[in-house]
């Protein structure tokens, strides 16, 4: 991944994750950045105006353009693509972990989990310390 993340972008649609987000970031690296958006295409028109962030966290499951395509189209550009990526999502089905590593998702991760595996994937998100995806065979 990166060095020391400075600025994130988060992309959910559902306002109760991106408190939790919020506020698991302000807890453990309160020092980094948060930019936040709750719909997927005025991300990817966002993206386009800024200074482009250290990470992109996206939420698979949005209205209109969901996280898979968000994220075809970071990688699909030669400004971004470099970007890590992490979808977040409240399904870990095997296809839709493997359409992740397909197109380019850094890491994948679960929504749900206990309050320590959600605080230190915080951490090692702001460290720039997750480890990539490994592709995952169905059962």
């Known amino acids: ?9 988060y992309v959910d ?17 309160d020092e980094v950045h948060l930019t936040t958006l709750s719909n997927s295409q005025v991300f990817l028109s966002t993206l ?3 200074d482009a962030p250290d990470v992109i966290v996206l939420d698979v499951n949005m209205p209109a353009v969901d996280g898979i395509e968000c994220l ?16 977040f999502s409240t399904s870990m089905y095997v296809t839709k972990v493997q359409e992740s590593i397909r197109f380019g998702a850094n890491h994948y991760v679960l929504k749900g989990s206990s309050r320590l595996e959600f605080t230190t994937f915080i951490h090692d998100l702001c460290q720039g310390n997750l480890s990539p995806l490994e592709n995952i065979e169905a059962d």
């Open 1 to 9: 991944m990166v060095s020391k993340v400075k600025h994130i972008f």
């Open 13 to 29: 649609d559902d306002i109760d994750d991106i408190e939790l987000f919020t506020d698991a970031l302000r807890d453990v690296c």
């Open 72 to 87: 075809k189209q970071v990688r699909e550009s030669d400004e971004f693509r470099h970007i890590p990526v992490i979808l």
């Open 48 to 50: 386009q105006k800024i």
